[in-house]
């Protein structure tokens, strides 16, 4: 196991589960309700450990994940939630050696999960048109290491993507209508798109100008998580949970030649055929009785 270095980013959670993010620097601490915890205990130490505060109170000392550095990233702006994060980057099939555009760059939430799915042969294209929001960003990203993986471009995406041949593109903007032809241009045919709105009335906007520009396989999607309190004696919901965050739309870009994708994804077919076996054979069970 490799030892924490001076640099590093340590995730630190006391015993009443509050959590502390220190990058690691000699001859530094971290002053909590709880007393005391120096870098220097930190640093030439394997993490996965218990550490205590001058006070002799205990922190688990941890190598932090992605979900904690993206909780974590400094913000002037609401990012995308890891449950949002997480599902696109599945539904836009980014991973190492992806081509991945995504326009604006916020605060690099969204940013810093798409460098972290396709480095280290992988590219991320990020637009932004405010130059704060783009100078946080990077810095966010450069932060937990990333920003060889990607970059930044202060430009409004109506001028187009310099790009060409991508395989997804993902757009957290308010208009993401405005701007499918760009997106058309700029992605492989048959590529991957997203977007995430706050409300109904931009979905409606979003999925007319979808069906203009000729996207196919098209899905809207809200995500729902519900945190529980991890007590076995009492186990029950948390008493609030961050419900609606956005929704979710993906799409295939168009296609080359006459044949068009379906305006809704429908299931593999293999599945669905699967499926329907099992119902039909539990339905000649219940027969049977």
Known sequence: MAN???GDLVLLIGPDGKKFM????AEQALHTHRGIIRHDSLIGEP??????????????????????????VRRTTQIMYPKEIGYALLKLNVGNGKRVAEAGSGSGA?????????CPDGRVYSYEMREDMLNLARKNVDRVGLLPYVEFKLRDIAQGFDETDLDACFLDVREPW????????????????GTLVPTANQV???LTGLQRAGFGAVEVEELIMRPYKPVPGRLRPVDRIVAHTGYLIFARTPTLGEATLPAEASEVEGEADHGNAERAESTAGEADC
């Open 4 to 6: 924490a270095q001076e």
């Open 22 to 25: 220190i990058r690691l620097q």
């Open 47 to 72: 993490l996965g450990r218990t550490v205590y505060t001058h006070l002799g109170l205990p922190f688990l000392a941890l190598e932090p994940s992605l979900h904690d550095l993206l909780m974590n």
């Open 110 to 118: 969204l940013t810093t999960a798409l460098a972290h799915a396709v």
């Open 178 to 193: 405005q701007f499918l032809e760009q997106v058309s241009r700029a992605v492989k045919p048959g590529g991957f798109f």
């Open 204 to 206: 409606i906007d979003t």
